[in-house]
């Protein structure tokens, strides 16, 4: 059996975003890693699988701007030889007033373990970590008489 791979989550950046339209400047990045193993299990392709969850909903895929950051799926490939891959949160600018909003990844273990290797990775200390997405719209003031 392989040596397996501990896979964490290795750094997020910026921890907050404004919400606003694509600008392709304005993302949070959260960067997984995988550690360990040997050499053969390096050589080939590892897909991480995580959660998002928190308040900010994730947009439909049918009309982007019904969501609050463009939806990224479950899963993330950490390429042949590479150490690391990539997960990026874009805000989307919705128009409604919400305040911030906050949007966690957190790393799973494997959908389905490799049948003949078992499973290819386990979970370090840093599986979990949270952006805030700032909300853009001013807030609406109510004054009576």
Do not use: C
Not at 33 to 60: K, M
Not at 80 to 107: F, S
Not at 122 to 140: F, K
């Amino acid at each position: 059996m392989a040596t397996l791979f501990t896979v964490q989550i290795q750094s997020v950046t910026p921890l907050t975003v404004l919400e606003n339209e694509l600008d392709t400047l304005n993302y949070s990045v959260f960067t997984i890693e995988r550690t360990g193993g040997d050499a053969a299990g390096l050589a080939e392709d590892l897909v991480v699988y995580f959660n998002i969850s928190g308040n900010a909903t994730p947009s439909t895929g049918i009309i982007p701007e019904t969501g609050d950051y463009v939806n990224v799926g479950d899963s993330v490939t950490i390429l042949a030889g590479n150490t690391t891959a990539t997960v990026q949160i874009a805000p989307l600018d919705d128009l409604q007033v919400e305040g911030t909003e906050a949007v966690t990844l957190t790393l799973r273990d494997p959908v389905t373990p490799d049948p003949v290797l078992g499973p290819q990775y386990v979970l370090g200390d840093n599986a979990s970590a949270t952006i805030s997405i700032v909300d853009d719209e001013p807030a609406h003031i109510v004054t009576g008489k």
